[in-house]
């Protein structure tokens, strides 16, 4: 059964009015609440939270818009962590520019689907030539071809399935026989993407070989080698090298040029993930960072880390589009063959999905009224604002800072003295879980070596070096206070 007024929800040429005043009620409200934001987070709990969203019946609807975002401050507007917050340090989250944001509405109120040209029209010539741009950028010529994707770790499978392959197609053997021989070789700073996609594809729980790294996090071409002679002298196929343009924790950039040598050597198909630095390629002063790119077979870009723009939006690329081939399947109701051969552009042919979002329109509306050279302007600000707070950390012996970063992150730790100096490890966790508790700001962890250290990740250009002091601060003081409470037992005893 129909409810009477159901039809007046639906965008269409009867209820443009409605539309037009409804999303102005919901842009006002969220632009009250960025205008302000005094903290990155309200320091929630997830019981507390789940306990006001569990209380919502979803059965029993609002009916008034106003009513629904008055609720909805409680759900989710008030404890929302906010990346435009310049204290935000944690994560590879960047504040979004606004033509993507403009580019966002328009395409969810049109509803595109990416699949096939009779849903999609101009929206898919759009991407191909988005893709096609990025090509140019990355260095590849006109055989390039590519995809938009929901992120890196789809865009890091989908390399590796066509690399995949690729590997079974260059060997007369059966397939069932070539599978456990499959190998994969990845930096010990690579995103784990890489092991859950050989997983999914089926490989061998050894198929992934970890390849050692320098000082500086970058993998060393001569472990690379040494690796690729391992594989051989077994008799495994290395299906894929994965090189890193910047690693999450480090920001570290493997030697691109010395792997695809070594790559072209061994006939392995490299695949860069720059799911992170891939805003060099628009950088107006380091780009030259990326050198080597071009040579490989396949990149994945993230425009939504380092593009500024609103998840999802990423891509793969790959330097010659006959790759995209083992990605195609044709259904009669969709996209028979036949389409193909009447040159009928489907994007679905090289897509891992079926159904797919517009996220290309995003980038489009951002490089038609920004242009390229202002998102790199962008992105070399917060790399520069990540150098300054190395600086800042090396100089202060409350700190111990890892290697200098290619991007933008800062991997650090604060270093208890005295009797302080065996809890190390738990003051550095303590900190940083109270400080996300004071929602002053928010920083990430992650481990070196086995010990707890804590990450700045710096994607927000609005903040500043006074910022990051503030923080360092209160990393400090919550650090200080864990200290005193951990040692003054110890001391007292010992006085007795």
């Not at 944690?90 to 966002?104: K, M, R, T, W, Y």
């Not at 890489?194 to 472990?223: C, E, H």
Request: proline share 5%; hydrophobic share 45%; with cysteine.
């Amino acid at each position: 059964m129909r409810l009477p007024d159901a039809r007046a929800h639906l965008l269409t040429n009867a209820t443009a009015d409605r539309y037009r005043r409804t999303l102005m009620d919901g842009v006002e409200r969220v632009a009250a609440r960025i205008a302000t934001t005094e903290r990155p987070f309200t320091g929630i709990t997830p019981d507390r939270l789940a306990a006001e969203v569990g209380a919502v019946d979803l059965d029993r609807p609002l009916g008034d818009p106003l009513a629904a975002l008055d609720e909805l401050e409680n759900v989710y507007l008030r404890d929302a962590v906010y990346f435009h917050h310049p204290r935000y340090l944690a994560h590879l989250n960047c504040p979004v520019v606004i033509p993507a944001v403009l580019g966002e509405a328009v395409l969810s109120a049109v509803n595109s689907s990416m699949d096939t040209w009779d849903q999609s029209a101009g929206g898919t010539l759009i991407e191909r030539r988005l893709v096609d741009w990025t090509a140019a950028r990355i260095g590849f010529g006109p055989a390039a071809d590519g995809v938009f994707t929901s992120g890196g770790s789809q865009s890091n499978l989908h390399a590796l399935l066509l690399a995949r392959e690729e590997a079974l197609a260059a060997v007369a053997l059966p397939r069932a026989e070539v599978l456990p021989r499959l190998r994969i070789l990845a930096s010990a700073a690579g995103h784990f993407s890489v092991q859950k996609s050989a997983k999914l594809l089926g490989l061998a729980p050894d198929a992934v070989v970890t390849v050692g790294v320098d000082a500086d996090r970058r993998m060393r071409p001569g472990a690379l080698h040494r690796e690729l002679v391992r594989c051989r002298e077994r008799g495994q196929i290395v299906m894929a090298v994965v090189a890193t343009a910047g690693t999450t924790d480090f920001g570290s950039i493997d030697p691109l040029p010395a792997i695809a040598e070594q790559c072209a050597a061994a006939g392995a198909w490299l695949h860069v993930d720059a799911a992170y630095g891939c805003g060099l390629l628009v950088s107006p002063t380091r780009r030259h960072l990326l050198a080597g790119i071009e040579r490989a077979d396949s990149v994945t870009v993230d425009y939504h880390k380092s593009f500024f723009q609103p998840v999802s939006s990423s891509a793969l690329v790959v330097r010659d589009r006959q790759a995209l081939r083992h990605a195609t399947y044709h259904a009669d109701y969709l996209n028979p063959a036949r389409m193909a051969e009447q040159r009928i552009p489907n994007q679905v042919d090289k897509s891992l999905q079926t159904t797919r979002r517009f996220d290309a329109l995003k980038l489009w509306m951002t490089l038609r009224i920004m242009g390229a050279d202002a998102i790199g302007a962008l992105f070399d600000d917060v790399v520069d604002r990540a150098a300054a707070a190395w600086d800042m950390l090396a100089e202060d012996p409350r700190f111990e800072v890892v290697t200098r970063s290619s991007l933008s992150t800062v991997v650090f730790r604060y270093l208890p003295t005295g009797p302080g100096r065996v809890h190390a490890d738990a003051v550095n966790l303590h900190a940083r879980e109270a400080l996300a508790a004071s929602g002053a700001a928010v920083v990430a962890a992650t481990k070196v070596d086995g010990r707890h250290f804590l990450k700045f990740t710096l994607l927000n250009p609005e903040t500043t070096v006074e910022d990051i002091a503030v923080v360092l601060e209160l990393v400090a003081r919550h650090a200080g206070h864990y200290i005193d409470r951990v040692t003054t037992p110890m001391l007292a005893c010992n006085a007795r």
